[in-house]
């Protein structure tokens, strides 16, 4: 064995560190709620979720035709979904936009009481209690919220709580020129 051989032996686990060590560090510094998704701009799922309850009416994919539609997926037990909730409701009142409900893996009785609580934003809330549905959209967690165009196809997807600061900067203008 040559002389440079056997030392590159001996540096060869260091190198392979510092290189795990550098995708790594790049890793820590992308921001999480940007995970991609092979769905924008391609139709929703086809899908037909029964009502929350007999308070609501049921949701499909059928639904999301014909207008610009937020579709957000929650549930009652679900922390951040309180937290964006409040914004939900100044959505729904202003009426520039259906936004329907997707009721992730949940009690009925406890979504239906959460509701009741905090009040309800949504022109129809689908049941998704195995998470097909949300499987098939690509959910990864909630809350998570699309914006689905007049033709049914997803534009957006946001992962988390919406903040002010997400609608008035991201989905908002989205919303403004899909209406275009």
């Known amino acids: 064995m040559y002389f440079?051989?056997?030392y590159f032996v001996y540096l060869l686990p260091a190198i392979v560190f510092v290189i795990l060590t550098g995708f790594l560090?790049?890793?820590l510094s992308l921001d999480p709620s940007l995970?991609?998704?092979a769905l924008i701009d391609k139709p929703v799922p086809s899908f037909d979720l029964n009502a929350l309850d007999n308070r609501s009416d049921p949701l499909s994919s059928q639904d999301l035709q014909g207008r610009v539609a937020l579709v957000n997926v929650f549930s009652s037990w679900c922390g951040p979904c309180r937290i964006e909730h409040p914004l939900l409701l100044k959505i729904a009142e202003r009426g520039d936009v259906a936004l329907h409900g997707i009721n992730y893996k949940d009690d009925?009785?406890?979504a239906r009481?959460?509701?009741d609580e905090l009040g309800n934003p949504f022109e129809r809330i689908g049941a998704d209690r195995d998470g097909r549905v949300s499987i098939d959209l690509g959910v990864y967690g909630?809350?998570?919220t699309f914006l689905v165009d007049g033709d049914g196809r997803i534009r957006y997807?946001?992962?988390g709580p919406i903040s002010d600061d997400?609608?008035?900067t991201h989905i908002w203008p989205l919303i403004r020129a899909l209406h275009q």
């Open 4 to 6: 440079g051989q056997r």
């Open 25 to 27: 560090l790049r890793g």
């Open 35 to 37: 995970v991609p998704t």
């Open 108 to 110: 009925p009785v406890a």
């Open 113 to 115: 009481d959460w509701l």
């Open 142 to 144: 909630v809350p998570e």
């Open 157 to 159: 997807k946001h992962i």
């Open 166 to 168: 997400d609608w008035n």
